[in-house]
């Protein structure tokens, strides 16, 4: 960490500043929230899946198979695969309503009750009069689980669709598995259309592997927790304390009044970005620390930061909301 240069000024108090948990005590685990299995269309049981995660080296993983008539609605028990090194956090892909393009929706909930009522969703095929997207977010939410919208480029998802799901804590902006295989993995420009509209939503990377192509190990959340347990995980992930990765490591991001400094794995291109074009980028060979100006992301309501390395493999923070920085432009 170099000294800092003169124009960081208006440094706000340690204690109110929303990325303070970079570097409060505890540790980063490194998870997958949104996998299959047998229990679903997945290819690999549910031991062999956690299995394999652990090996790869992943300290948590949720087990989110299909909820659907189809495979009789599996919330998946993994209890077996916790250990003293891995978690597993119970949780399913909902499926119930319809898109507008006339497609069920997806929505997946991490850390639901085994008791969580079925909606009327015997296979992938809306169901005319059941349960909308919007209430089965909301189900979930309030049953304590974290719920992302899934996959939006795949699921040919609308704006509007999108602001229908006022219980989501996050959008899921990059899926490995839709990257792989089809191409339509990022959900950024939902992300960000939401959060120019006030809405404070979190991000996740995920895998939603199958295992039947090579579609796992590709993107991850790293949550800051004080253990790794199912609890505290949860708890840090609605608090939204994590970082998204397919490779780098965000070590700290330090917002000032004039600039935004991000520390990191060796990087090749940082950027900030706000909302609508603001933006503020630094290019160099293997950056680990950055100093970004705000000039131009003066108006913006929020922030974020993305880390890309030199093999293109990129890592992104939750927003940053200024209003509880206390310097609100
Ligand atoms: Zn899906
Ligand atoms: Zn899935």
Not at 151 to 165: F, L, N, Q, V, Y
């Amino acid at each position: 960490m170099p000294t800092p240069l003169p124009q960081h000024t208006g440094i706000t108090k340690a204690s109110t500043m929303p990325t303070r948990f970079f570097t409060t005590n505890g540790k980063f685990y490194r998870g997958n929230l949104h996998t299959h299995s047998t229990r679903s269309d997945g290819v690999l049981d549910p031991k062999e899946v956690c299995r394999r995660y652990q090996a790869e080296g992943y300290d948590f993983i949720s087990l989110t198979d299909h909820f659907v008539g189809l495979f009789d609605y599996p919330i998946t028990d993994t209890l077996d695969c916790n250990n003293t090194q891995f978690t597993t956090i119970p949780g399913a892909e909902l499926h119930t309503g319809t898109m507008e393009n006339g497609h069920i929706w997806h929505l997946v909930a991490v850390g639901l009750p085994t008791s969580f009522p079925a909606p009327d969703a015997p296979h992938f095929r809306p169901v005319k009069g059941s349960e909308t997207g919007a209430d089965i977010a909301r189900r979930a939410r309030d049953a304590g689980a974290f719920v992302s919208i899934a996959h939006p480029h795949w699921s040919g998802m609308t704006e509007s669709d999108a602001r229908t799901i006022t219980a989501a804590h996050a959008v899921e902006i990059y899926n490995h598995g839709c990257v792989v295989d089809n191409d339509r993995g990022e959900g950024f420009v939902t992300l960000e259309h939401l959060l120019n509209e006030g809405r404070r939503l979190n991000l996740t990377a995920t895998d939603d592997a199958h295992f039947n192509t090579p579609d796992h190990f590709g993107g991850w959340v790293m949550v800051k927790a004080q253990q790794n347990t199912t609890q505290a995980l949860l708890g840090a992930l609605k608090a939204g304390e994590y970082y998204c990765s397919t490779g780098p490591q965000i070590n700290d991001i330090q917002i000032f009044r004039d600039t935004v400094v991000v520390d990191c794995s060796a990087a090749a291109t940082i950027i900030v970005q706000g909302q609508g074009t603001s933006m503020a980028t630094l290019h160099g060979e293997s950056m680990t620390t950055g100093t970004l100006s705000r000039d131009r992301l003066a108006t913006s309501q929020w922030l974020r930061v993305t880390v890309v390395d030199r093999a293109g493999k990129r890592a992104w923070s939750n927003p940053v909301w200024l209003a509880d920085t206390g310097d609100t432009p």
